[in-house]
Structure formats: C-alpha cells, structure tokens
C-alpha cells in the first residue's frame, strides 16, 4: 500500500480532533488562578473545577463506541467537533461557576468520544507499515494542542484583557473547533465501518483512494474477520479470550495518568507558582514544557515504527521515574529550586518519548475489528477515569505535601518498568488482523 495524499489528508483531519483535546487539557493551566480569585475556590473546589471537564471525558469514552459503529467514525467525530464548539463559546459567556461546571463538562464529552474515535479511524484506514506514524499523528495533534494552548494562555495573558482575560483564554478553543467541523466533511468514512455495514463496494473505493495496491487481499481479510464476527455474532469484550487485550489497555490506560502528566499539565502554573516564578515566567516556562513535549513526540512518532512500542515504554519508564524523584526532592528539600524547570522538561521529554507516543497507538491495535470499538472505549474510559481522579486528588495533597504527589508518580513509573518487560508484546509492523492471532484471539 501506496502513502497517498488522501491518506495523508485524511490522517490529519481525523488528527485534528487531539489538537483540540491537546488545547482543551491544557489551556485550563492559565485559568486557575484566576478562577480560584473569582469563585473564592479552595483546594477541593478547584480540583472539581478542572476535573468536571474529565468528568465529561470519562463518559464520553464510554458512550462513544455506540455511535462509531452506528453511525461510523467519521460521522460521529463531527459530533464531537459540535461540542468542541458549543465548550468552548459557553465557558467564554458562563455567567456562574456552575454554567462554566457544566460546559467544560460538554467540552470533556467531546474530548472523551474523540479519544476513542480518532485513533481508531485513522487504524482502520493506516496500513500496517506506517500505522504507528499514522496514528502517532493523533498524539503528534494532542501535543501541538498542548503548546498552542500554553502559547495562547501566554499571548491572550499579555495583551491586556482584564478581568476578562480567563473567558478569552477558554473561549479562543471555539476557532480551531470550527475549523475541525468543516474539515471533517472532506474525508471518507472508515473502509472497514463500510464492509461492516455490508458496503463492501464503497469500502473498495475508499481503500483505492487511500493507495492500498492489493485490494482483494486486504477485502478478503476484512470480509473473513467480519464473517467470523457474524458467525459467533455480538461478542461480548469481558470474555476470557480477550483477557490480555482488556489488561494491555486497562494498564496502558493507567500507567499513563500514574505518570502525574495531566496532573502536572492542569496545574502546570501553579506548580511553577509555588516554586517561587512569577506569573508571566510561569507562562513562559509552560511554552518550553510544551514546545519539549511537541519536540520528543515527534522523534518518537519518527522512530514508533522502527524501533517498537516496548522499547519506548521501556525507556520512558527510567526517564521519567528518575524526573519525578527530582521534582520530589527539590520539594522536599526546598532547596534547588531553580533546577524545578529542567526536572519537569526532563520528564515531558521521557513522557513524550514513550507513554504519549505509544497509548493510542497501542489501544487501536490490541482488540480485534469485532470488539476495537468496545476496546478502545474501556482504554479510553480507565485514562480519563484516572485523569479525573488525580486531578481531583492533586491540589489537596499538594497543599498539604509539594512532594508526597511526585513520589508517588516516581514508584508508579517503575512499577509500569516491570509489568512492560514481563508482560507487553510487541506490534510493530503486524497488521489489525494478524495481531489479534498473535494474541490468541482470532
């Protein structure tokens, strides 16, 4: 199979749903301080107050793999751009705490369902040789998100809007939405989705405009896998067979928000805050940590397909377990802090590197067709449901203890070390359908 442009063009428009989840999770970094002023937030509150988006997230994980098979990837990432929109203008007229509550819940719907959509749409389309850059490209669109949003907390924060400055920093997400909504009418839908739903015609002329040469062989394969489906019919995902798959994505899922990133990334300023950065130098900082995370993602989305995904999680497990226990230590210690910005930059780039890269390339690859959307939403459901957790939990014990946090992300990242080098096999390089017989589920 060819790397034809209407590939490469679909790639990035169903891609450009991370870039808006990327933005999403991180604007909210610039805000916080300004909504703990207004709303007269204590720890607890703000921990609601940035963990009601995941809220969202965590349901719209779940509920996302019904409308993907019911109405297709494609169509249904549309719905999500809706809600991008609707998020991000709400947040920027709320007129109370609760109205913000509730639309950055709409907006962690969005964020949720196109987790789980994106990279499974771009899956079904990336052939195997290219698949892990391909849907690397969605976590590539997640961190571009991440420093777009550091970058516009920064120039909306210097340019002077007041009081007003936190509805423009939030409400600024709604043109990258607009755009993401009309893009999306100029791709096709999955050609798997198609051969699901007995279009198997239209799902040849999709993989011909993706530049796949053998469009028999690839029919054939798709068409056996969906015959097997029909055969045993709807399968349940908690059954014994699937075991393996349900805790690589189970595990993958948890190891990644175990990491402290979107704790770290949510309260990104604050941490710099109490380390003693003003504001605007905290801004600035947040620009590096995010132009570092875009930086390393790349190089890892360069290499994915080369060098595997094991080996990445393998690397970044040591990299970031020794990060976060500098982090601690100069908490702990209250000394060093200058050193905070290079500790927290050292572990963007080993997070990056390995656990960024490698999630939603591994989640859209370990279930077979018959249950991937099913998979793909309990991967998606237990990241979010984690995010939401830590994110929760993080401003209290922060309060209490600036280093009792980073310890324990620092132990859980060694803990991921050893369940990756006994348990986690490799994918690159094996099609959708060869690895589920290598996982003994076909």
């Known amino acids: 199979m060819q790397l034809s442009g209407f590939l490469i063009r679909s790639t990035v ?6 870039l808006l989840f990327g933005f999403d999770t991180a604007v909210i970094a610039g805000v916080t301080s300004a909504l703990t002023r207004i709303y007269h937030l204590d720890p607890s509150g703000l921990g609601i107050t940035v963990s009601s988006a995941l809220v969202g997230t965590i349901i719209g994980a779940m509920l996302a793999g019904y409308p993907g098979e019911r109405f297709g990837r494609r169509d249904s990432l549309r719905i999500m751009a809706v809600l991008y929109v609707v998020s991000a203008l709400g947040c920027a007229i709320a007129w109370d705490w609760h109205a913000l509550i509730a639309y950055r819940f709409i907006g962690g719907l969005a964020i949720g369902g196109s987790s789980v959509l994106g ?23 997640v961190v571009l998100g991440i420093l777009l949003a550091y970058l516009s ?9 007041g009081d007003a400055e936190w509805r423009w920093k939030l409400g600024i997400a709604a043109v990258p939405a607009a755009l993401f909504l009309g893009m999306l009418f ?15 015609s239209e799902a040849r002329i999709v993989l011909a405009q993706m530049g796949e040469t053998d469009i028999d062989a690839e029919m054939r394969d798709m068409m056996a896998t969906l015959a097997h489906h029909q055969e045993h019919g709807a399968e349940p995902l908690f059954a014994r067979k699937y075991r393996l798959p349900i805790f690589l994505a189970i595990s993958i899922a948890m190891f990644n928000q175990l990491s402290g990133i979107n704790a770290i990334l949510y309260y990104l300023n604050d941490i710099f805050a109490k ?28 290499i994915i397909d080369k060098v595997g995904r094991r080996k990445l999680l393998i690397v970044g497990s040591v990299g970031t377990s020794a990060c976060l226990a500098g982090v601690a230590a100069i908490f702990a210690s209250g000394a060093h802090e200058d050193l905070l910005v290079w500790c927290l930059i050292g572990f963007i780039a080993f997070f990056a590197f390995s656990q960024g890269a490698v999630i939603w390339v591994y989640l859209s690859e370990v279930f077979p067709n018959r249950v991937r959307a099913k998979g793909q939403s309990l991967g998606s459901f237990t990241h979010w449901a984690m995010a939401a957790l830590i994110s929760w939990v993080f401003p209290i014990l922060a309060a209490r203890s600036r280093a ?38 076909a």
């Open 153 to 161: 907390n920064y120039l909306i924060g210097s340019a002077g809007f």
């Open 275 to 302: 380390a003693g950065f003003t504001k605007v130098s905290s801004d600035l900082q947040s620009v590096a940590i995010g132009a570092t995370n875009l930086l390393f993602t790349m190089l890892a989305m360069s």
């Open 119 to 141: 990279p499974m749409y771009i899956a079904e389309i990336a052939p195997a040789k290219w698949r892990g850059r391909l849907v690397g490209f969605f976590q590539f669109n």
């Open 186 to 200: 100029s791709i096709p839908r999955s050609p798997r989705w198609l051969a699901s739903k007995e279009r198997a």
């Open 404 to 441: 009792v946090p980073f310890v324990f992300f620092a132990v859980m990242m060694i803990v991921q070390l050893i369940v990756v080098l006994t348990v986690y096999p490799e994918t690159k390089g094996v099609s959708l359908e060869q690895i589920q017989k290598k996982l003994a589920i």
């Open 13 to 18: 428009v169903a891609a450009l749903g991370g």
